[in-house]
């Protein structure tokens, strides 16, 4: 068959559809919805080394308006949209406490949960930051959803995804039919098919860590950082160090190159003893995207990131997720 190419994220998403007849549209309007809302934060985000040089920083910009900070642009943004779409009935956001409920009238059958700007501390300095979203079935009775709605494991996931604001804006996204990944062209304002069917290489070179925690960290995380920096050329060791410290942005550039990204819990400070990632918006839906791209995600006790049952919205779990090899090899000195 010949190579296809200008392939839009809707016509791919339209595809998809038509291999399913049972198909409502609602699962495709739901992404339509998230896609435009992440051209509006895409948006935003090139601007945001400007707004000094435009005057738009401090509490207000030049028609008075208050500005607010990217992340919680991003989170208005998302939220507004979708209230009223008509395809989920409820939401999560890393930037509130609670659900968020949708517009009456307006319930669907899918639940949202979304971090609206990952890694928002590096705005300043130009590095990559990101949205990442989960979707799932309602389950709950009743037109309006509740929180057993987004309280679901990550393997029950109809879809997961993330759009990445790096020196280009792209999304990545599955429905459990392979990781597919598309470029925002900014001229025309389409996202263009330009990763498709991703897969992560089997194993790597690389590792993704904070490794200034290493002092906090379990004997046998300790064990395997310093495994993969012994020297070992037949076996491709040692691995170099990636990390930016900007989950999407690691995860990405993994994903695509070949990698292990580990958070994982700390042994002696109570501040993070299940890590710093959380599951429902974080950990989980790029769990959902390493898998079908063939990698793995795992926590540092050894369990499958999807398999995990949420008990609360902004739940932490020590997160290690890459090349599937990489993760097996972390598995057995974590759990040996
Ligand atoms: P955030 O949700 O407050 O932006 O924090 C999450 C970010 C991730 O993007 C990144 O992987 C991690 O924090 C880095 O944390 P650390 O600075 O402890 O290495
Ligand atoms: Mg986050």
């Known amino acids: 068959m010949a190579k296809r190419s200008g392939i839009t994220i809707s016509r791919q998403i339209m ?7 049972e198909a409502t549209g609602d699962l495709t309007g739901l992404l339509s919805e998230l896609i435009v809302a992440a051209k509006i934060i895409s948006a935003e985000v090139n601007m945001a080394g400007l707004a000094d040089i435009l005057g738009q920083s401090g509490s207000t910009n030049i028609q008075g308006e208050v500005v607010q900070k990217l992340d919680e642009f991003a989170n208005a943004t998302i939220k507004r949209r979708m209230e009223q779409c008509g395809y989920i009935c409820i939401m999560a956001s890393e930037e509130d406490d609670g659900v968020i409920p949708v517009l009456e009238g307006y319930e669907g059958k899918y639940a949202l949960a979304f971090d609206p700007l990952d890694g928002s501390s590096n705005i300043d300095v130009n590095v990559s930051i990101g949205t990442i979203f989960s979707i799932h079935r309602k389950r709950s009775a ?11 494991k990550g393997a029950d996931q109809v879809a997961a995804g993330y759009i990445i604001y790096g020196s280009s804006t792209m999304l990545v996204y599955t429905t459990g039919e392979g990781v597919h990944g598309f470029t925002l062209d900014p001229s025309v304002g389409e996202f263009f098919l330009s990763h498709p069917d991703i897969r992560i290489p089997e194993r790597a070179r690389y590792y993704s860590v904070n490794e200034a925690y290493t002092n906090y960290w379990f004997e046998p995380t300790r ?4 495994y993969l920096k012994e020297i070992d050329p037949d076996s491709g060791r040692p691995y170099s160090l990636r990390y930016i410290g900007s989950l999407v942005a690691d995860f990405h550039r993994n994903l695509i190159s070949g990698g292990i990204f580990l958070y994982p819990r700390d042994s002696k400070s109570t501040d993070k003893p299940d890590g710093k990632l959380r599951l429902l918006y974080e950990a989980a839906p790029m769990a959902m995207i390493v898998r079908e791209a063939g990698g793995l995600a ?21 997160l290690i997720i890459g090349s599937r090899a990489d993760v097996e090899t972390a ?5 040996g």
């Not at 595809?15 to 007849?21: E, G, K, V």
């Not at 009743?142 to 679901?152: F, H, P, R, W, Y």
């Not at 050894?302 to 995990?308: K, T, V, Y």
């Not at 598995?331 to 759990?335: A, H």
């Open 142 to 152: 009743g037109a309006s959803g509740d929180e057993s709605d987004l309280l679901q």
């Open 298 to 318: 795992i926590t540092d006790d050894g369990r499958d990131i999807l398999e995990i049952e949420p008990a609360g919205l902004h739940q932490r779990v020590p």
């Open 331 to 335: 598995r057995r000195f974590l759990t």
């Open 15 to 21: 595809d998809s559809q038509r291999l399913h007849p």
């Open 223 to 226: 064990r395997y950082i310093d």
